[in-house]
């Protein structure tokens, strides 16, 4: 089995880089469809799912357990009790342990680097880009001036870090938790698919 996982600041182009991987490898790219997957897991719609994720990075649910799940309760009205921090938790491990059992495909995100880290047959690649590059990137995607694109980006960014040391307790830039970090600012996205599946076919025989 073989993975492929991407942690991406913001504006690095990263879904156009995991598209075009997928279509080398010939593999499947998770990243956005995991919500219907999580939906079908939890038993909820999707719009649910990420309703419940915008929740989630906001951080809003960071303190649930102490809250007995009334602020998700909120949120999420459910049938059969609530959907809290670690529901969601456990649900997101299991899918992503469900890709790498299935292999072949490329992950996007869900704390991939942190859940499959250490696992045989795993690339773990990091997409980066310098400020101004980001700045210029996202005033340019969202149509916005400087101060909202900065804002944008520190915002995204601010609330991934986050995450990722609330459920692991690692620094999301932590370079030790990559194989391989492209800088997007001077690699192109072809450039950057076929360095990956370079690095991919030394790490992974």
């Not at 499959?116 to 310098?130: E, I, S, T």
């Not at 690699?187 to 025989?205: F, G, M, P, Q």
Request: aromatic content about 6%; overall charge neutral.
């Amino acid at each position: 089995m073989r993975i492929i996982t991407i942690s991406k600041e913001c504006g690095t182009d990263s879904e156009q880089v995991a598209s075009l991987l997928a279509k080398k490898l010939g593999w499947e790219y998770i990243g956005k469809q995991l919500v219907a997957k999580l939906a079908a897991e939890l038993h909820l719609s999707e719009s649910d799912v990420e309703t419940f994720i915008k929740h989630e990075q906001s951080r809003l649910l960071r303190f649930v357990d102490r809250y007995t799940c009334t602020l998700v309760q909120r949120v999420v009205d459910r049938e059969h009790g609530c959907l809290d921090d670690k529901n969601y938790f456990e649900a997101v491990k299991k899918l992503v342990e469900d890709v790498y059992q299935a292999g072949n495909a490329i992950i996007l995100g869900w704390g991939s680097q942190c859940l499959l880290r250490g696992r045989d047959g795993v690339l773990h690649v990091r997409l980066r880009k310098g400020e101004e590059e980001k700045i210029k990137t996202i005033m340019k995607r969202f149509k916005l001036d400087r101060d909202a694109a900065r804002d944008h980006i520190h915002r995204e960014e601010r609330d991934s870090k986050s995450l990722i040391k609330h459920y692991f307790d690692v620094d999301w830039n932590d370079a030790k938790l990559y194989d391989l970090i492209i800088d997007m600012g001077k690699t192109s996205v072809e450039e950057a698919a076929d360095t990956i599946i370079h690095n991919l076919k030394r790490k992974v025989r």
